[in-house]
């Protein structure tokens, strides 16, 4: 269980930082494409953390 809580935590550190990142982006396809990157990561954690 502690491992899935660090994977889990790990996931919010990564989706938090593709959140920032998106900031820096210039065109609206290139933020399209990283907030798709965020949802399947936090659907990732999500699926993670219902596992726990």
Do not use: F, K
């Amino acid at each position: 269980m502690e491992t899935a809580i660090a994977e889990a935590s790990d996931i919010i550190d990564e989706t938090a930082a593709a959140l920032l990142r998106t900031e820096d982006l210039d065109t609206d396809v290139a933020r399209a494409a990283a907030y798709e990157t965020v949802s399947e990561t936090l659907e990732t954690g999500a699926a993670l953390l219902r596992t726990i």
